[in-house]
C-alpha cells in the first residue's frame, strides 16, 4: 500500500486528504497504552510478582501472536488471584497517566460535535476513572471479580457477556453507531494491538497509536512519534 509520511512520525495511506473532524460523529479508544502509559494489567500482576510472566502473555496477544485474546485474558487473570484492591488504587494514583494528547484530542472531538467512547480488553475499575476524567461519552471494559478485598483471579459477567475481546470492540462500535443512527464510516477507531484491528476494520478512519507494526501497516493513520493529539494535524 502507498503511505505519504506527513511529517516526522506521521504517516498515512488511503485516506481523503480533505476530510476534517467535523466530518466524523463518533470516535472510539482502546485504553491501555493508548488513552493511558501503561498496560494496566501488567502493572497489577507487578503485586503479584509475576509482571514478566504477565507481560509476556500481554505483549505475545498484541503483537497477534497469540490471537485467542480470550484465552490469553483468562491464562493472565488466573495469574493475578489473591492481589490486593489496595494494589489496583495504587497503579491508578501512582502509574497511571493519560498519554500526551489525550485531551487535548478529546477536547478537539467534542468540540466539533463528535461523541467519544473508551472500549476496553482492560478493566471498568481503571476505564470509569478515564472515562470520568477525559469527560468521555462511553465506555465499556472487563469488570474484575473480588472477594474480601482480593482479585479472585476472574471476571464478572455483564449484559454484553464477559470478556470484551476484539470481536465485542467491534460489535461495540457497531452498536453505539447504530445507536446514533450514524454510518460506521462515519466513525473513528483509534488503537494499538491486534485486537483493535476488528473495530478499526469496520470505522471509516482507523488510527494506530504508537502501535505493533501489523496495526500500523493496516491503518490510515500512524501516529509513530508524538501525542495523540497529532490526529488534528490530519483532520482538521
Not at 43 to 62: H, L, N, P, S, Y
Not at 87 to 114: K, S, T
Request: charged residues 25%; negative net charge.
Amino acid at each position: 500500500m502507498p503511505s505519504t509520511e506527513l511529517s516526522p512520525g506521521l504517516v498515512i495511506q488511503n485516506i481523503d486528504a480533505a476530510l476534517r473532524l467535523q466530518d466524523f460523529k463518533l470516535i472510539a479508544f482502546d485504553m491501555d497504552s493508548t488513552l493511558i502509559n501503561i498496560e494496566c494489567i501488567d502493572e497489577i500482576a507487578d503485586a503479584a510478582g509475576r509482571k514478566a510472566e504477565v507481560a509476556a502473555i500481554t505483549e505475545a496477544a498484541m503483537q497477534g501472536v497469540i490471537t485467542d485474546f480470550k484465552e490469553s485474558l483468562r491464562r493472565r487473570l488466573a495469574l493475578l488471584k489473591g492481589v490486593p484492591v489496595s494494589h489496583l488504587e495504587a497503579v491508578f494514583a501512582e502509574r497511571l497517566r493519560f498519554n500526551p494528547g489525550a485531551q487535548e484530542l478529546m477536547a478537539a472531538a467534542r468540540a466539533a460535535g463528535l461523541k467519544t467512547l473508551l472500549v476496553s480488553g482492560g478493566f471498568t475499575f481503571f476505564a470509569d476513572r478515564v472515562k470520568a476524567g477525559l469527560g468521555m461519552d462511553f465506555a465499556r471494559a472487563n469488570r474484575l471479580e473480588m472477594e474480601d478485598g482480593h482479585l479472585t483471579g476472574r471476571l464478572i459477567e455483564q449484559s454484553w457477556g464477559d470478556i470484551c475481546d476484539g470481536a465485542e470492540k467491534r460489535r461495540t462500535l457497531l452498536e453505539v453507531a447504530s445507536l446514533m443512527g450514524i454510518d460506521p464510516q462515519q466513525a473513528i477507531a483509534v488503537g494499538d494491538g491486534a485486537n483493535d484491528l476488528p473495530m478499526m476494520g469496520v470505522a471509516g478512519v482507523s488510527v494506530a497509536y504508537h502501535a505493533k507494526p501489523a496495526v500500523r501497516a493496516q491503518a490510515k493513520v500512524a501516529i509513530n512519534s508524538g501525542g495523540l493529539d497529532r490526529l488534528l494535524e490530519v483532520l482538521r
